[in-house]
């Protein structure tokens, strides 16, 4: 085991992620909860997504939510997008950083955006050229990296295909999610040894949903197993469409406080990403399964 990182950069993404599968909420409200976000001191917000609003109508403000964002300064702001045309959009707003998702297997891949993962894996060089040409970095996220709900296990070598593919397109990083939510802790550990050799310099971050409960577990493996870049949404805040039913991503305020009383940095404030999480939790009009929006911290002021 490799010794614990003394910092480790988390990504919110309540925004994108958290909001994709709920009804749209106006600009306004996702304003207020950007707010709050920004004052915990993340310095990395998943702002939104350059996809179709017909079939993802809770990110059709997304050009005019990337205008709100100069007023946010000092944050690095990135936006998923499933094709090279959602990549010029993209670039055309102006964010810094753009996520382009790469499903593991064809089951998965055809049903969340209608092409197998080969013809997936063939658009980064594209994407690439894109955001490059506009000094914008691009993130390969590979989707189902565990499992997929419809092929069942994920293979391991295709998604070290996948980093290989995504290294020699000049990606600037690369990102394995638990998309459904069924890793554990060890095979999250033997799935970083596999995909490492093929990184080569790149970054590698981690996303996990908490569907089976094992999200913090999981995330604290990838962390013990030297991964320094971890995405989470404030109050746990979204799902899977192919999930249903099923909880969201791993709460912030809760890895906040599994990272800092384990001696991690992460520059985020606990006391106010659980307020960031009141503020989701009210904007989307229902409980979010955060645990210590419930609880709060074990310290009582």
Known sequence: MNPLPERVTIREVALRDGLQ??????????????SAIVATGVTEIEATAFVSPTKVPAMADAADLAAELRHFPGITFSALVASPNGARRAVAAGLQTVQFVVAATDEFSKANVGRSSAEATGQIAEIVAIAHDADVTVEVIIATAWDCPFAGPTSADRVVEIVEAARHSGVDRIAIADTIGTATPRRVT????????????????????????????????????????????????????????????????????????????????????????????????????????????????
């Open 190 to 301: 033997d799935l970083i040894e596999r995909v490492r050799p093929a990184l080569g310099p790149l970054p590698l971050g981690a996303h996990f949903h908490n569907t089976r409960g094992v999200g913090l577990a999981s995330a604290y493996a990838a962390v013990s197993a030297g991964v320094t870049r971890l995405d989470s949404s404030a109050g746990g805040l979204g799902g899977c469409p192919f999930a249903p039913g099923a909880t969201g991503n791993i709460a912030t305020e809760d890895l906040v406080y599994l990272l800092g009383d384990s001696g991690i940095d992460t520059g985020i404030s606990l006391a106010a990403a659980i307020e960031a999480a009141r503020v989701a939790q009210q904007a989307v009009g229902h409980d979010l399964p955060s645990a210590l929006l419930r609880a709060g911290d074990r310290i009582r002021k």
């Open 21 to 34: 599968n709920e009804a749209p909420i106006p600009l306004a409200a996702k304003l207020e909860v950007l």
